[in-house]
């Protein structure tokens, strides 16, 4: 097994352009499948994951939809991105447009994603909305049908390219269900999302049966523990998923307590914590990249006049609070709008509250009505505090967000209502800035990555609901003298410099390998 290592890593050399597809017989040791490629107006973060990895050999890269062709990838992605065209194949695979509202919008989105986020009330509406209340167990069932179908689609797709023995590698929830019948495929998994405890998934119904009681789910869950490897964003992940399987299938048992192989389900599975990183080099490169942009005058017209209206203020002691995230319900925006109103009406001083905030899922349901809500609350926010509350109801190039985080912005919130372990922003404010800065994360306990920089380093809200107490939180950032601020960024730079993506991926493959031998 330890000469597969070897063979994985330079069995293929690089070559350029798609013209390799247009070889019937032609294999590939890793197939990476997501729901996603790269977009000509956003790259997405699955791109700029696997972007700065270093993966040795041309890959298949595989998903479903309008995507950029590999020979035309866009001169609007980051040029980092764009480097990396003759690494990836991309190959879109077609889906019937009733499948893929399925699979994407109603039980990706709809079922989920509420679900894996432990979000009781939000499941229950979108039960309600998505199958009414006159047999909602049967087309709940009708719609996974179709989800499976997605999937077996995709299943396809890795039949046709992967080599005997090679790896495919699923990024996050929607791919749960691919398989492979080559022989001698390894399957690894990578979740994006937390996974809730089992009490809240106790308390999500479709129709009179909880959602653990669904054929459905614990086939979902079953699946999961199909493949060889299985990497959650955090140890309580594991533990939540432990715990769901063990109540689904009283088989399920640890055989190995070193290297974390489980049998369950009739299978033999790894479950692992990989935390996620980002490339110092890459992100530094990228604000750099827009800042050259400013200087000849390049920058989106959004981001130029967010700096030159509201963000020039090295000559004065304005303080800059961004919140940066999807318009999403799960990411705390409304309990932040209120904790903002909250703090200028109990605090005076130079201080500016920013919300970049990009649409999300707009055709799935909670997401529309829930920006309209946010998108409400922002206009009376900003009737009455004016000039002091920014909104940016769009997303921005990657690189000029890491100008942004750079250069203009002192603290970063990170405000998610539940388990985010995804969230970025701070990770890459830290690795983007120079050390001894002045700047430092407020965050809600659980929230993004801040587990993996010191709980101890951040400003912590401890009840978001409580728009005071966050306030009060603001308020100690925004008066913490220079030093402490700088020995507080300090300390947490070391700890997410140690978190580097270059190492994501080799470390998915070692904890693969060293399960199969087992």
């Not at 140890?235 to 109540?247: M, P, T």
């Not at 921005?396 to 912005?409: S, W």
């Not at 960024?489 to 991926?505: A, G, H, P, V």
């Amino acid at each position: 097994m330890l000469s597969r290592i070897t063979s994985f890593q330079t069995h293929y050399t690089l070559h350029s352009g798609n013209h390799q597809l247009n070889r019937s017989d032609r294999k590939y040791p890793l197939v990476i499948l997501s729901n996603r490629l790269p977009g000509a107006n956003d790259a997405g973060g699955v791109v700029k994951l696997l972007a700065s990895m270093s993966i040795p050999q041309t890959v298949i890269w595989a998903g479903p939809g309008a995507v950029v062709p590999d020979e035309k990838w866009s001169p609007e992605l980051p040029p980092q991105i764009r480097s990396y065209r003759d690494q990836f194949l991309l190959v879109q695979y077609p889906v019937p447009a009733t499948l893929k509202q399925a699979h994407y919008s109603i039980i990706a989105n709809g079922v989920l994603w509420a679900a894996l986020h432990g979000l009781e009330q939000q499941f229950n509406e979108n039960i309600e909305t998505l199958f009414g209340q006159t047999n909602p167990e049967s087309q709940f069932s009708e719609a996974f049908a179709k989800y499976w179908q997605f999937n077996e689609i995709a299943t396809k797709v890795v039949d046709r390219w992967i080599e005997p023995g090679g790896i495919v590698w699923c990024i996050d929830y929607q791919m749960v269900g691919v398989r492979s019948t080559i022989a001698g495929t390894r399957i690894m998994y990578s979740n994006c999302t937390p996974i809730p405890e089992v009490k809240r998934l106790s308390q999500m119904y479709v129709g009179s049966k909880t959602l653990l009681e669904l054929p459905d789910f614990k086939k979902w869950i079953a699946q999961l523990c199909q493949y060889h490897l299985v990497a959650l964003q955090r140890f309580h992940d594991l533990e939540n998923l432990l715990a769901i399987g063990l109540k689904l299938d009283s088989t399920l048992k640890k055989i190995d307590l070193s290297k974390n192989i489980y049998y369950a389900f009739g299978n033999r599975v790894r479950l692992v914590d990989i935390p996620l990183g980002q490339n110092v080099k890459s992100l530094r490169t990228e604000a750099n990249v827009a800042k050259t942009k400013y200087d000849q005058g390049r920058l989106s017209q959004t981001v130029k006049d967010l700096i030159d209206r509201h963000l020039i203020h090295q000559a004065c002691s304005q303080k800059n609070l961004a919140l940066v995230s999807r318009n999403d319900y799960t990411k705390g925006i409304r309990e932040t709008i209120a904790a903002v109103n909250a703090y200028f009406q109990m605090y005076s001083g130079d201080v500016k509250f920013l919300f970049i905030l990009q649409p999300a899922r707009t055709q799935v349901v909670g997401y529309e009505k829930y920006r309209q809500m946010v998108d409400r609350e922002m206009e009376t926010l900003r009737a009455t505090w004016a000039e002091k509350v920014v909104y940016v109801n769009q997303g921005i190039p990657h690189d000029e967000l890491m100008l942004l985080l750079r250069n203009y912005i002192d603290f970063v919130l990170i405000m998610a209502t539940h388990t985010d372990g995804h969230n970025l922003i701070a990770p890459e404010m830290l690795k983007v800035s120079p050390r001894n800065s002045r700047k430092g994360v407020i965050a809600v306990e659980g929230a993004g990555m801040t587990d993996y920089i010191g709980f101890e380093n951040i400003f912590l809200c401890q009840d978001l609901s409580n728009a005071n107490a966050t306030a009060a939180v603001f308020a100690e950032a925004i008066n913490m003298p220079g030093e402490q601020l700088i020995a507080r960024f300090n300390r947490m730079q070391r700890k997410s410099l140690r978190i580097n993506d270059r190492t994501y991926f080799n470390a998915h493959v070692n904890a693969l390998l060293e399960g199969v031998v087992l």
